[in-house]
């Protein structure tokens, strides 16, 4: 080979080893990413709030008089039927004992009473005699007059003084009455608390169940002294409950009249369904646990699921609830992970044929994983998800291999 050929052939594969060199440095590296699609489909969003269960309707007895109640007859759990089922039992108070003195006092004044009793008793029988002399002095006075022999002013003096009998007779029975109930008073200020029950033992008021349901508590199952208003126990019904979530105040005023809520986290196989009853119009100052004061407000659930659906579940039960404020069938979304800012705007990087395009986009609502696009983008195109400061306009894009 001649030697001009030879240097030539060297020249060109040095000008080929330079050119391959430059292109690889001035070649982009490729940036691995990862890509989402931009897709239309049903979306909602939901505010997600701690909650428990609590029967609706709660009846607590409560002792009507103050005395003793006796040992419960009934336990917690215990199904009970309204008017028919004893739920409690509460003996009066018992008299106390008496000491010697008070003892004698009260000796005395049963004495004294019932000397006064008789007094009046005599004083009774006096009117009565009173009374039958003035009424035959009224009778043999109308005989004189229809005789002629005796005046009109005699026969009324007569009657005026059997009315004086009549009236002496009753104030002598009113007076027998009145010893009679001092007597009593008397004696019974000696009555001890062996005497308090009467001769069947029947000296207790029997409370009945004020509504059909099961024992949900009781404050205490011995015998205790208690006073009037006391509570002694509560019932309820366990199938009828309802929910009650503490939301905070900014998340419910978003949320709408009648909403529904997805059950989740009680414990139980499968998702329950709620419907918001009411919100409560005051909120109240909670401390989270990290000592941050918060806004909440007690939002009240009644349970659409049938009871069946939801069993073993019961009064204050643990649950979460998923409350929609919005939904709608047919929404373009693009996953919260592809949006970032630029300046006041949302953007995202597409994917230009393999090259990522910087793009301004306008999102409405936006839930836990997507978000709504109102404009710039359009459905079926790929955007990267969580870009990374390696992802600039223009930048080449590497799909990552997932598997």
Not at 258 to 271: H, K, L, M, Q, V
């Amino acid at each position: 080979m001649k030697r001009s050929t030879r240097l030539a052939l060297i020249s060109l594969f040095g000008l080929g080893l330079i050119g391959l060199l430059v292109w690889g440095i001035l070649r982009p590296v490729p940036v691995t990413v990862d890509l989402a699609r931009v897709t239309r489909g049903p979306m909602e969003v939901t505010v997600e709030v701690d909650g428990v269960t609590r029967i609706r309707e709660i009846w607590e007895v409560s002792s009507p008089i103050t005395g003793t109640a006796i040992r419960s007859p009934v336990r917690v759990g215990d199904v009970v039927a309204a008017g028919v089922t004893p739920v409690a039992l509460v003996e009066p108070v018992a008299p106390s004992l008496l000491d010697l003195r008070s003892r004698t006092e009260a000796e005395a004044a049963v004495h004294e009473a019932e000397a006064a009793l008789n007094v009046s008793k005599s004083q009774l029988a006096q009117a009565e005699a009173d009374l039958t002399y003035a009424k035959s002095q009224v009778d043999r006075t109308k005989a004189l007059v229809e005789r002629g022999v005796a005046s009109l002013v005699r026969l009324e003096d007569a009657m005026q003084a059997l009315s004086v009998a009549e009236a002496a007779r009753n104030t002598a029975i009113s007076g027998r009455a009145m010893a009679q109930s001092t007597l009593e008073r008397a004696q019974a200020a000696l009555i001890g608390p062996d005497a308090a029950r009467d001769a069947n033992g029947s000296c207790c008021v029997q409370i009945t169940a004020p509504a059909d349901g099961v024992v949900l508590s009781i404050d205490q199952i011995s015998e205790r002294p208690v006073t009037a208003g006391q509570r002694l126990l509560t019932i309820g019904d366990p199938s009828d409950l309802e929910i009650v979530a503490d939301p905070l105040s900014r998340d419910a005023v978003r949320i709408p009249e009648s909403a529904e809520a997805r059950i989740t986290r009680w414990g139980g196989d499968g998702t329950l369904s709620a419907k918001l009853r009411q919100i409560d119009p005051l909120a109240r100052t909670e401390v989270s646990a990290l000592g941050i004061e918060e806004q909440r407000v007690e939002a009240i659930f009644d349970f659409i699921s049938p009871p069946e659906d939801r069993p073993g579940l019961g009064d204050a039960y643990a649950l979460r609830l998923e409350i929609i404020v919005w939904q709608a069938p047919d929404v373009l979304t693009v996953p919260l992970g592809a949006l970032f800012r630029q300046g006041n705007d949302w953007a995202v990087f597409a994917d230009d044929g393999g090259y990522a395009t910087l793009k301004t986009i306008e999102i409405g609502r936006r839930n836990d994983q997507v978000a709504e696009v109102l404009s710039g983008l359009s459905e079926n195109e790929q955007v990267v998800s969580h870009p990374g400061d390696a992802v600039i306009e223009g930048a080449l894009l590497a799909p990552a291999v997932r598997e």
